[in-house]
């Protein structure tokens, strides 16, 4: 899976809970493309960085406990001369460390 389909995801996720239309587990991994349990996995995952999801078995959705969303954008630029110089890549830090430059 490539990063940019898995933010679209995550991204369709926050959307869904936050209007309170995901459907059941089910529905929402069809709808996400992915399996049950690897929805399982994300909303694990999604909790323990403190995203408030909870499950209406009444309403048949998920749902944020208290006022919160998720956004995550990539942004993509063409860097001038100037903004490349002040990019290392790591050169100073790898450098310091084995007193050699790896970086051209």
């Known amino acids: ?3 940019f389909k898995y933010i679209d995801r ?3 996720l ?7 239309r995901t459907g059941t587990p089910l529905e929402l991994a069809k709808r996400l493309g992915i399996s049950v349990s690897r929805l399982y996995v994300i909303l694990d995952d ?3 960085r403190g995203a408030p999801i909870g499950y209406s078995r009444q309403s048949l959705t998920y749902y944020y406990e208290y006022e919160f969303s998720i956004s995550i ?3 993509i630029e063409i860097l001038d001369d100037s903004k490349l110089r002040h990019i290392s890549a790591g050169q ?3 450098s310091n ?3 050699t430059t790896f970086f051209v």
């Open 97 to 99: 460390i084995l007193f």
């Open 14 to 20: 926050d959307k869904l809970i936050r209007q309170r």
């Open 10 to 12: 995550i991204n369709l």
């Open 46 to 48: 999604l909790k323990d």
């Open 92 to 94: 100073r830090h790898f």
């Open 73 to 75: 954008s990539v942004k």
């Open 1 to 3: 899976m490539t990063v």
